[in-house]
């Protein structure tokens, strides 16, 4: 029996993030984009024949893709960046990358910003990006470039933790961010598959609707797929899975056109006992100073004091009884800190240091 687009769209190829075998990162994503384009090769009517217009420019940008990774991988960084940007750029081109502004409709989530101490307190610019003074510490991770000091955070206490590697509790100080106003545009690479099957395959449409999201989507994939790689060895200093996010975020700071990348925690286990969305944020500075903060994302982005879990307990200063939020509900619902068991988030330190922060003014530096 023929299958249905529905039916073609749940095959594991289309599932991220993606663990790499024991092959080089070459040859896997060359046969992960080999299977990718075999199988949207499958789908029928309407959508096959939009897709067949655009299949010509998704096998270039799988060709760019792979080539800007050995122009890296040979010693040629800055060649490896201009055919990444080539890439993003045709997609920015045809508005086929998923940028939007943030403001009280899109981005109307908390977030969060964790920073590691054995300090009893901080002060708030101490929860900012990293000062230029010292970027020496700006380290390399997903989306960082070594020495460019960007503001991390996060939709959750929870996943600044697991990005943290799960430090001790007891020095974890948190502080909520709040970016709902800042205007600010993001590239949202954050969009899950089953986003993208509720909204664009739902029961009653089997062979697909809402195209004109379902086509950008299937065109930009095979950047996304490179930027969601889980790491092979996350104990070695050089980590290939990063190469095409941290080109990405060069583009970013370049090109000037987005502010920040949205996307979802690798850290996180994928389990039935994790709900939630799960994300993170980058958002690169937008001046270089000799030292400080950088004076552009402190007039943005508003923060509240940091607080820490211990000095919550100790003040006995217990946030008001909550009532349950949808939105939050949507960004944690449970997770899994023991092997096997589920937890109601909001009765998880990270829900009531969050229930807490909601309660306090974020406000500019």
Not at 146 to 172: H, K, M, Q
Not at 173 to 201: G, N, P, T
Not at 211 to 217: A, E, G, S
Request: proline share 5%; hydrophobic share 40%; with cysteine.
């Amino acid at each position: 029996m023929k299958q249905t687009n529905a039916e073609i769209f749940c095959n594991t190829i289309f599932s991220l993030p993606k663990q790499r075998d024991e092959k080089s990162i070459e040859e896997f994503l060359d046969n992960v984009y080999k299977d990718y384009l075999n199988e949207i090769k499958k789908f029928n009517g309407d959508l096959r024949k939009q897709l067949n217009s655009m299949l010509s420019f998704i096998e270039n940008q799988i060709v760019k893709v792979k080539e800007s990774l050995v122009l890296y991988l040979q010693g040629f960084p800055s060649s490896a960046y201009t055919t990444l940007a080539d890439a993003l750029n045709l997609l920015d081109n045809i508005n086929y990358l998923p940028i939007q502004k943030a403001d009280l409709h899109t981005f109307n989530s908390l977030f969060y910003r964790v920073r590691i101490s054995n300090n009893k307190s901080l002060k708030r610019e101490e929860l900012f990006h990293i000062p230029f003074e010292i970027r020496e510490k700006v380290s390399t991770q997903r989306y960082s470039i070594p020495g460019l000091p960007c503001l991390y955070i996060a939709d959750s206490i929870f996943v600044c933790w697991e990005e943290l590697g799960r430090p001790d509790i007891n020095t974890v100080h948190v502080a909520r961010a709040d970016i709902s106003q800042s205007k600010l545009k993001f590239l949202f690479f954050d969009i899950s598959l089953d986003e993208i099957k509720k909204k664009c395959f739902p029961a009653k449409s089997p062979e697909g609707k809402l195209l004109n999201l379902l086509i950008p989507y299937l065109c930009y994939w095979p950047i996304l797929t490179a930027c969601s790689l889980i790491v092979k060895k996350p104990d070695e200093v050089f980590k290939p899975e990063y190469i095409i996010p941290q080109l990405l975020l060069q583009w970013v700071v370049s090109d000037k056109k987005v502010d920040g990348v949205v996307y979802r925690s690798n850290r996180v286990k994928i389990s039935k006992h994790n709900m939630g969305t799960f994300r993170n944020v980058v958002i690169p500075i937008k001046k270089n100073e000799a030292k400080g903060l950088c004076p552009q994302l402190k007039k943005k982005i508003k923060i509240t004091n940091p607080i820490s879990y211990q000095l919550l307990e100790i003040s006995g200063n217990k946030s008001i009884a909550k009532n349950v939020d949808v939105a939050d509900l949507h960004r944690a619902m449970y997770i899994e800190l023991i092997e096997g068991e589920k937890s109601a988030y909001s009765e998880t330190i990270f829900g009531k240091l969050e229930e807490k922060l909601k309660t306090m003014q974020a406000k500019h530096l």
